[in-house]
């Protein structure tokens, strides 16, 4: 979808995600989000207290700068396109995905921080 011309006439950079609004285009989930919560308060997408929000955007840092870093870079957008079919290339994504959550202990860091513990089939 991103390497079509009408949607490299909305965003060059060919990424997704990319919202239009108002004539202007915004790139890349965080400020997509924020801008969101700031014009739409209700119903909020992030929480009212000032430590449960940063701790949202810790976890959203660490996905946009670890896992997709992960699936972004030039070197490694290369090789994927090697890859011979979609499904090679989906189960490439699921295997970074993955990557990016049991690596970076994203899952464990939010069952921590909600004073869950994992269950059995969640733990690596």
């Known amino acids: 979808m991103q390497r079509k011309e009408e949607y490299i006439a909305v965003n060059p950079l060919q990424q997704v995600p990319a919202f239009v609004v108002d004539g202007a285009t915004l790139t890349q989930s965080i400020p997509i989000m924020e801008y969101l919560e700031e014009k739409y308060q209700s119903p909020a997408i992030l929480p009212k207290d000032s430590l449960q929000r940063a701790k949202v955007r810790e976890i959203c840092e660490i996905i946009a700068s670890g896992i997709q870093s992960i699936q972004s ?14 499904e090679e ?26 004073g869950e513990g994992m269950t059995d089939s969640e733990k690596i």
Do not use: P
């Not at 490694?76 to 890859?83: E, M």
């Open 89 to 114: 290339k989906a189960e490439w994504a699921k295997l970074c995905i993955n990557k990016g959550f049991i690596d970076y202990c994203i899952l464990s860091f939010i069952y921590k921080y909600r």
């Open 73 to 86: 870079s030039s070197t490694v957008l290369q090789k994927v396109r090697k890859l011979s079919n979609e």
